[in-house]
């Protein structure tokens, strides 16, 4: 299976059930915007003075606010997440405009999603390492920048062949990293390959929200949330389809 196909299936999965991609995230989303804007309200004013200064040390209010923000936009993020993993491999369907908010799914998706974020900033710090030391021993900065290709390749890699414990996580089944890293064996080229396609269409999105802007702004802006709603959906819908075919051993 190529990268290719990754990315095409997982858009055909989001546009072939766009409807319920709807049901799925909007309410969350929207409960989600009111939540944040109703705790930065009276807020704005501090944002204003952090940008003219930055000597500015911001209120605690402030600082409680902003944090109480991002958690709530990770819930939020986390409650759309498992909700189309489950939708999508379990046929788990929305009976209303909002989604069951399963607790302990998104506590466990979170709880995978940090530890290998985690995992993967401990890779990276070991990379660095080996390569400011070979790069020491030789004398040439220069080369350190070659030797930095190919381990951001396999840092890459080795996050995609790890990805499926995620979907794992929200639908209830057990899968370790080295679970998920044996059953996707073989997947390096579509991991690279996948990875480019998706470089491509980001640039290939963001000069047609440029252009689409320049020429008529609302239409622009309205473009650019739909497309960005549509591909953290595509995003996520990759995570399911990986998961699927290299764990479940689904057909693509």
């Given amino acids: 299976m190529t990268g290719w196909k990754i990315f095409s299936h997982s858009l055909n999965m989001v546009l072939r059930n766009l409807g319920w991609a709807v049901r799925i995230a909007l309410v969350p989303v929207l409960i989600g915007l009111a939540c944040v804007t109703a705790l930065m309200w009276g807020q704005f004013g501090q944002l204003e003075q952090i940008q003219r200064s930055a000597g500015y040390v911001p209120s605690g209010g402030f600082v409680g606010a902003l944090l109480l923000s991002i958690i709530i936009f990770i819930a939020v993020e986390m409650w759309v997440f498992v909700s189309w993993h489950r939708f999508v491999l379990l046929e788990e369907y929305p009976t209303g405009w909002i989604p069951k908010f399963h607790v302990d799914r998104v506590l466990a998706y979170f709880g995978m999603g940090l530890l290998l974020g985690l995992f993967m900033i401990l890779f990276w710090m070991l990379a660095s390492f080996v390569i400011a030391g070979v790069a020491a021993a030789i004398g040439s900065p220069i080369f350190s920048l070659i030797l930095l290709v190919p381990a951001v390749i396999g ?93 479940q051993g689904r057909p693509i």
């Fill in 155 to 247: 840092i890459g890699v080795l996050l995609f062949r790890l990805l499926p414990v995620l979907p794992a996580a929200a639908i209830g089944e057990k899968l370790t990293f080295s679970a998920s890293f044996d059953a996707t064996k073989g997947s390096a080229g579509a991991a690279i390959i996948l990875f480019l396609v998706l470089i491509g269409v980001q640039l290939l999105l963001q000069v047609i929200t440029s252009a689409s802007i320049y020429i008529f702004a609302p239409l622009g802006f309205v473009f650019a949330i739909a497309m960005a709603l549509i591909m953290t959906l595509v995003n996520v819908s990759i995570l399911t389809t990986v998961y699927g075919h290299y764990v």
